[in-house]
């Protein structure tokens, strides 16, 4: 099997409503998401960051486009989450669209910190 477009998913909470703790969980969150799927940002076709209302401070995208070498040519998109009752807060998510060799199973979704009541069936920290 070749080059197929994949999705993988992620997610982390952050502590606080600032540029700082947002920036630092943005970089944390992409750093495993591309360690544990070994990727490259030639190989990210876009990323759609999701924040909740909550979060403000700054925008993921920003973070990503400055801060990570090689994402400036990276078509980003920042976009509010729903804010449904009792959902859960102070979440930032993001979904790569990637060009990979690996296949569905494979694929490393991500989510960290609180997050990972999102997705307990992944069990991850």
């Known amino acids: 099997m070749?080059?197929?477009l994949r999705g993988i998913r992620g997610a982390i909470t952050v502590s606080?409503?600032?540029?700082?703790?947002?920036e630092q969980a943005v970089l944390e969150l992409l750093t495993v998401l591309c360690e544990r799927n070994r990727l490259e940002p030639e190989a990210i076709c876009s990323a759609v960051f999701t924040a909740t209302q909550d979060l403000d401070a700054v925008f993921p995208?920003?973070?990503?486009?400055?801060?990570?070498?090689?994402?400036?040519?990276?078509?980003?998109l920042d976009v509010a989450q729903m804010s449904v009752p009792g959902?859960?807060?102070?979440?930032?998510?993001?979904?790569?669209?990637?060009?990979t060799l690996s296949l569905q199973h494979e694929i490393q979704h991500v989510?960290?910190?609180d997050?990972?009541?999102?997705r307990p069936d992944l069990g991850q920290s």
Do not use: D, F
Not at 16 to 22: D, H, L, T, V
Not at 61 to 76: C, D, K, N, T, Y
């Open 16 to 22: 606080e409503n600032s540029a700082a703790a947002i």
């Open 61 to 76: 995208s920003q973070v990503a486009r400055v801060r990570l070498h090689g994402w400036s040519q990276v078509p980003l």
């Open 87 to 99: 959902s859960l807060h102070s979440c930032i998510r993001v979904l790569l669209q990637v060009n």
């Open 111 to 113: 989510y960290l910190r």
């Open 2 to 4: 070749g080059w197929g």
């Open 115 to 118: 997050a990972c009541k999102l």
